[in-house]
């Protein structure tokens, strides 16, 4: 039995949509692990168990890291993450409730999976959050379901870090044989790797990450993610921190889920007025979803990035 679950996909009348239109939600934020992570990570621990493997280790304080830690405690295998100091007692503790092994190493994300492949043995598999085709083999599955709905949409939206996503996305849409429907790949300026590379003609890296969308945050995207954009219509977009930011509390009271900001950068697109996706009318929206984001600390950054009220339901219709 597959680690994930298929998802629900939700039309969704909460996006003022035009003469039309109509957006649909594939909630990848129900996964158990609370992200879509759990279909590409999944599979591929499957995989290395299959293979033999005896521990599954990664180095994400994230929902990779959460991912690789349930995908293994469902598989019966151990699960070590090596974690950055800055990873929030809260990541730890969540990693924990999956019974992995956390180990807190070095002051960034490089350290720490630094020393993570330091630690590797020939029984450990290494969970990369990216940059690996059996991820993109599983989160492909997404849009299988949204076939198997009976749903063709005109265009995708979706958040964009290192790209596995994306290339999982591109995958199930060639796979379906929609080798020309439009992807709007969404990242929050700072973390914008995607389309600062697009723009510049190569993969560049970002010197450092500077948004609160921390699960956005690759310096640099896999090779594959940039080169898809030659092969398939995919356009970059960026949005600031506030718009995901209100976003997230715009989608908390409409659909009453909770989203990290790395989720809420491609519902802000959503969001847009007059944006991109107008021109379209079965526009779907992967709603990556995110484990390390609380209420409490979706409002603060509220507060603190000055997002505006207005853009809210409660306060626009009222
Ligand atoms: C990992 C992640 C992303 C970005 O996915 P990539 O495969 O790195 O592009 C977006 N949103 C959430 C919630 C994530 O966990």
């Not at 715009?250 to 107008?278: I, N, S, T």
Request: hydrophobic share 45%; net charge neutral.
């Amino acid at each position: 039995m597959a680690l994930h679950i298929a998802t629900p996909l939700l039309p969704s009348n909460a996006f003022d949509p035009g003469p039309g239109q109509q957006v649909w939600l594939k909630m990848e934020a129900l996964q158990p692990s609370g992200s879509f992570k759990l279909r590409g990570i999944g599979h591929a621990c499957e995989v290395y168990a299959a293979r033999g493997a005896g521990r599954i280790v990664a180095s994400s304080g994230g929902n990779a890291g959460l991912a690789a830690a349930h995908a293994a405690r469902r598989l019966g295998l151990p699960a070590l993450v090596v974690v950055p100091q800055t990873t929030s007692g809260r990541a730890r503790a969540l990693l924990a409730r999956e019974g992995a092994q956390v180990c807190v190493h070095g002051i960034s994300f490089q350290e720490a999976n630094a020393y993570a492949q330091s630690l590797l043995g020939p029984q450990d598999a290494f969970i990369h959050p990216f940059d690996d085709p059996l991820l993109w083999e599983g989160h492909a599955g997404m849009i299988d379901e949204v076939a198997d709905a009976g749903l063709r949409p005109d265009a995708v939206v979706l958040s964009v870090g290192g790209g596995g996503l994306l290339s999982g996305v591109v995958a199930g849409l060639r796979r379906q044989g929609w080798n020309d429907l439009p992807v709007f790949a969404v990242e929050t300026a700072g973390a914008d790797s995607y389309a600062q590379s697009l723009a510049a003609g190569e993969r560049i890296e970002l010197p450092a990450i500077n948004s609160i969308a921390t699960s956005l945050g690759a310096r640099k995207v896999s090779e594959h993610a940039f080169a898809l954009a030659r092969t398939h219509p995919i356009t970059p977009v960026v949005v600031t921190d506030g718009e995901a930011v209100a976003a997230c509390l715009r989608f908390m009271d409409e659909h009453r889920v909770v989203v990290e900001p790395a989720c809420g950068a491609a519902l802000a697109l959503a969001w847009r007025p007059g944006g991109p996706l107008a021109a379209f009318d079965k526009v779907l929206v992967i709603v990556c979803g995110g484990a390390t984001a609380t209420v409490a600390q979706l409002q603060a950054w509220g507060a603190q990035l000055n997002v505006q009220s207005a853009n809210r339901m409660s306060e626009t219709r009222s």
